[in-house]
């Protein structure tokens, strides 16, 4: 699949549904890679990473997806840690969107296997 971590990037950020100025678009709680880190709390949600800048916040995203899909990750599994229900989600809802919205049909496969090669 062409771009895959920017196509679940997208559905994440579109599920999510935060504004476009938002600097934590795919709603991070941490940033464990980035140094002197800030949080912000968001009432009953608990605490989550705030990037300096929604450039950085897009980034850590795409990094930890990328962790994810490289460790073998079901869209599945990604999903159920990624959205919890633990923590109010939809987790159900959440993956059928995503699923559809990447056209990833098979949700237990793992996400390596969607990577193309890039062209020489």
């Known amino acids: 699949m062409e771009r895959l971590l920017e196509k679940l990037a997208a559905a994440i950020i579109r599920q999510e549904g935060q504004k476009p100025d938002f600097n934590n678009p795919m709603n991070l709680r941490d940033a464990v890679w980035v140094a002197n880190r800030k949080y912000i709390v968001r009432g009953m949600a608990g605490k989550f990473w705030d990037p300096a800048s929604r450039k950085e916040g897009l980034a850590g995203g795409l990094h930890l997806l990328a962790l994810r899909v490289a ?40 996400l390596l296997n969607l990577i193309d090669e890039p062209p020489q």
């Open 71 to 110: 460790s073998g990750w079901s869209l599945r599994h990604l999903i159920n840690s990624w959205a919890p229900p633990s923590d109010g989600n939809q987790t159900s809802v959440y993956l059928t969107n995503v699923s559809k919205w990447t056209g990833i049909t098979d949700l237990d496969a793992p």
